[in-house]
T-cell receptor, first 116, second 114 residues
Framework: AQSVTQLGSHVSVSEGALVLLRCNYS??????LFWYVQYPNQGLQLLLK??????LVKGINGFEAEFKKSETSFHLTKPSAHMSDAAEYFC??????????????FGTGTRLTIIP | NAGVTQTPKFQVLKTGQSMTLQCAQD?????MYWYRQDPGMGLRLIYYSASEGTTDKGEVPNGYNVSRLNKREFSLRLESAAPSQTSVYFC?????????????FGPGTRLTVL
């Protein structure tokens, strides 16, 4: 069984400030973890993923996330927010290969607003 | 290379009507998925197909059927639409192997059931 909890359904930050979006996961098998971004009226686009290699993962648009097994967390960060970062962000978990990993389970999403 | 395409983009149905949502991918992926997205609930898996010729239920399969017509196409059918099926529907395909594991999403179908 697997699940994802995203803390904060809405987050607002000022332009140029640090972005921190929180994600905690639960998985009975070694996890693969993902962050997706959804812009208004569009599908989801992969930002970055953790697949059991480096625990600090860098993605597109300056985002990064760190896998912390002891805290069961995979928080998304960006040092300096841009107006174009305004979107909804989803954390997702899947079991690693050889652990029945067909299903990707999503969190409920965090809507990021950037204040000029 | 169009990626994942979905038709239609928008649809309005009356309760009890039926319709089929179409999805196709041109990336030669084996696995395909149907999700629905509702406010405050994230994406929930309806059905998936791990390979051509196989389909399995996801988290919320009731009221839906699927067909994996061939490797490219995976359709979702609502036999008797209900207002609770008003949602945005996303199709996805999955690339994996060689250290890669990425799902690619279509642009979505916005369905309203009156």
């Amino acid at each position: 069984a697997q699940s994802v909890t995203q803390l904060g359904s809405h987050v607002s930050v000022s332009e140029g400030a640090l972005v921190l979006l929180r994600c905690n996961y639960s998985s009975s098998v070694p996890p693969y973890l993902f962050w997706y971004v959804q812009y208004p009226n569009q599908g989801l686009q992969l930002l970055l993923k953790y697949t059991s290699a480096a625990t600090l993962v860098k993605g597109i648009n300056g985002f990064e996330a760190e896998f912390k097994k002891s805290e069961t967390s995979f928080h998304l960060t960006k040092p300096s927010a841009h107006m174009s970062d305004a979107a909804e962000y989803f954390c997702a978990v899947r079991g690693a290969p050889n652990f029945g990993n067909e299903k990707l389970t999503f969190g409920t999403g965090t809507r990021l607003t950037i204040i000029p | 290379n169009a990626g994942v395409t979905q038709t239609p983009k928008f649809q309005v149905l009356k309760t009890g009507q039926s319709m089929t949502l179409q999805c196709a991918q041109d990336m030669n992926h084996n696995s395909m998925y149907w999700y629905r997205q509702d406010p405050g609930m994230g994406l929930r898996l309806i059905y998936y197909s791990a390979s051509e010729g196989t389909t399995d239920k996801g988290e919320v399969p009731n009221g839906y059927n699927v067909s994996r017509l061939n490797k490219r196409e995976f359709s979702l059918r609502l036999e008797s639409a209900a207002p609770s099926q008003t949602s945005v529907y996303f199709c996805a395909s999955r690339e994996r192997g060689g250290g890669t594991d990425t799902q690619y999403f279509g642009p979505g179908t916005r369905l309203t059931v009156l």
